[in-house]
């Protein structure tokens, strides 16, 4: 009796399978796998396929996986429950549910969602959040609350409120208080309204409310442009830079670095740097001019050079081995070089110098 119970239960699913089969599009063909339990109901119009524990199919090249999957032919949905896993050629997405929508090759995905990109190169990418809309013709994600990702390649951690990814165009960007960090912990920090990605170029685009942080140093700006392959940050609308030494302004500034460490700084125009000697300091020297480079090493500054209506105010305080004095002058170039103390080791000003230098006790 058993045997025949049996007999009957195989001859009905191979009837069933045809079926399923014939629910999905001609290019789009259903492949069942594995599931613990099939059921197959038919609601008005509506034929739907039901499949419990350890759901295993493939649609076209798509390989789904789940706990549970109702798949509805008329309507082209599959809506799948518990545990899924989508993997669709180099894409990976993970989340509690999946609705997938044929028609439209969308995939909307809902809790605990996770999407890794996974290339023959090694390289690796991934996105986390609580929901997230995939629509496979056009290889785009998009992902929102609680978003957070990581780029193996670039080293790089993200997170925001709402995220959008091109994958065949090669660009993302992030809204809701974006935030991105870039290499070893502590390196750089980007916070801004808007945060885009170009892998052309690699490049960093941040609009408004630009913050840039680092152990080191601090830049507000409206606008960033940071070019990964050149290791270089453009930074526009009022930017501001400030650090334990110094505190510096202009219309322009262009940053260079090394290994993502800050090397060296160019200031184009109406810049004006405040420089102290000691650390967090009163910082009551000053230098101004059309454009200023600032060389930096690990604590403080190296050098500056200065080009164009140069102005400078220098005070140094009294110490046991130098007197307190005040210098002044304008010209057309100015160069200042510090020692490892940060202390000022020499300045020069070259070309139509005017100044006072005196000392505090001999006006």
């Not at 259903?30 to 339990?37: A, E, R, V």
């Not at 509690?96 to 023959?120: H, I, P």
């Not at 967090?280 to 050098?303: L, M």
């Not at 050079?305 to 046991?320: G, L, N, P």
Request: with cysteine; glycine share 4%; proline share 1%.
């Amino acid at each position: 009796m058993a045997s025949l119970t049996r007999l009957i239960l195989i001859g009905s699913l191979l009837l069933l399978l045809p079926l399923c089969m014939q629910a999905a599009q001609a290019q789009e063909k259903f492949k069942l796998i594995h599931s613990d339990q099939l059921n197959y109901n038919k609601l008005e119009n509506e034929q739907i396929l039901e499949l419990r524990g350890k759901v295993h199919f493939w649609y076209g090249d798509t390989e789904f996986k789940s706990d549970r999957a109702m798949i509805f032919d008329v309507q082209k949905i599959a809506r799948l429950m518990g545990n899924v896993t989508v993997i669709n050629d180099s894409l990976e997405l993970k989340a509690d549910s999946v609705a997938y929508y044929r028609f439209s090759e969308e995939l909307n995905l809902g809790g605990k969602v996770r999407v890794t990109e996974r290339r023959q190169s090694g390289s690796l990418r991934w996105f986390a959040s609580q929901y997230a809309v995939y629509n496979r013709k056009e290889d785009k994600l998009t992902a929102w609350q609680d978003v957070s990702s990581w780029d193996k390649d670039e080293n790089a951690h993200a997170s925001c409120g709402y995220a959008f990814w091109d994958r065949d165009n090669g660009y993302a960007y992030m809204i809701e208080n974006p935030m991105l960090s870039a290499g070893e912990e502590d390196t750089l920090y980007i916070k801004a309204d808007k945060i885009e990605y170009f892998d052309e170029g690699r490049k960093i685009v941040a609009t408004f409310n630009v913050n840039v942080q680092s152990s080191d140093y601090q830049i507000t700006s409206d606008f960033l442009i940071y070019l990964m392959d050149e290791e270089k940050a453009v930074f526009t609308g009022m930017p501001e830079f400030a650090s334990e030494y110094a505190i510096a302004t202009a219309d322009e500034f262009y940053l260079f670095f090394d290994e993502r460490k800050l090397d060296r700084a160019e200031l184009q125009d109406n810049c004006r740097v405040y420089f102290a000697q000691e650390k967090d300091a009163p910082k009551e020297s000053w230098v101004t001019a059309n454009y200023i480079a600032i060389s930096f090493r690990e604590e403080g500054i190296d050098n500056f050079s200065a080009e164009e209506d140069v102005e400078y105010f220098f005070h140094q305080t009294k110490e046991r081995k130098q007197d307190e004095f005040f210098n002044s002058a304008k010209g057309f170039y100015l160069e200042a070089k510090f020692n490892d103390d940060n202390k000022l080791e020499w300045m020069q000003m070259n070309q139509q110098v005017k100044g006072i230098y005196k000392f505090h006790n001999n006006p």
